[in-house]
């Protein structure tokens, strides 16, 4: 089966500009995550999607990004506008069920922002 | 918030030797998930231990999860150059909806 994809695989835009990253699941996830890695730090969570309802965005980091996942299909996350801090991986990942099963992950995408 | 320390941070070995690598935490997890990710890809699912006191083993991987789930280790035996990757521990917890907390990783380095 085809992996999780996203994409760009790098962005690098100026400060105050947008940015969209797009993730497709797995088909028939219906649990899709972001989590974003920044440099020196720990993969961190962002939201979580089950099929088109945003689930849990306790992670978001504040009102510059905005994520949807219309028809429950692939996934968009939008920065708007970005800012030096938002630099870093980009992570998806998807899962059939919720649980203790582990997660498939994209290849990320690294986002610059100078 | 949930925390796991995970060291080392960076291990630098010869072939042959065996390492291991810690995740400790003050929480418990329903589950910890451990991943290896290579330069330019996402993590990949190794392993995922659930029950305290579980051992699971990869090849010459042994995966532990510690009684009271707080706590997880990774042991390599005679390490080859093929393992050389980040590794990735990673909890999830049913009353957090089982999203991810992840240790800082691993960077595992094995020379000829």
């Known amino acids: 089966e085809a992996g999780v994809t996203q994409f760009p695989s790098h962005s690098v835009i100026e400060k105050g500009q947008t940015v969209t990253l797009r993730c497709d699941p797995i088909?028939?996830?219906?649990?899709l995550y972001w989590y974003r890695r920044v440099m020196g730090k720990e993969i961190k969570f962002l939201l979580h999607?089950?099929?088109?309802?945003?689930?849990?965005e306790s992670g978001m980091p504040n009102n510059r990004f905005l994520a949807e996942r219309t028809g429950g299909t692939y996934s968009t996350l939008k920065v708007q506008p970005a800012e030096l801090e938002d630099s870093g991986v980009y992570f998806c990942?998807?899962?059939?069920?919720?649980?203790?099963?582990?997660?498939?992950f994209g290849s990320g995408t690294r986002l610059t922002v100078v | 918030t949930q925390l796991l320390e995970q060291s080392p941070q960076f291990l630098s070995i010869q072939e042959g030797e065996n390492l291991t690598v810690y995740c400790n935490s003050s929480?418990?997890?329903?589950?910890l998930q451990w991943y290896r990710q290579e330069p330019g890809e996402g993590p990949v699912l190794l392993v995922t231990?659930?029950?305290?006191?579980e051992v699971k083993k990869l090849k010459r991987l042994t995966f532990q999860f510690g009684d009271a789930r707080k706590d997880s280790s990774l042991h390599i035996t005679a390490a080859q150059p093929g393992d050389t990757g980040h590794y990735l521990c990673?909890?999830?917890?049913?009353?957090?909806?089982?999203?991810?907390?992840f240790g800082k990783g691993t960077l595992l380095t094995v020379n000829p």
């Open positions: 990942a998807s899962s059939q069920y919720r649980g203790d099963y582990g997660y498939t």
């Open positions: 088909s028939g996830h219906d649990n």
């Open positions: 999607f089950v099929k088109e309802s945003k689930q849990d």
């Open positions: 929480s418990v997890f329903s589950s």
């Open positions: 231990v659930v029950t305290g006191g």
């Open positions: 990673a909890g999830a917890n049913r009353g957090s909806n089982y999203k991810l907390t």
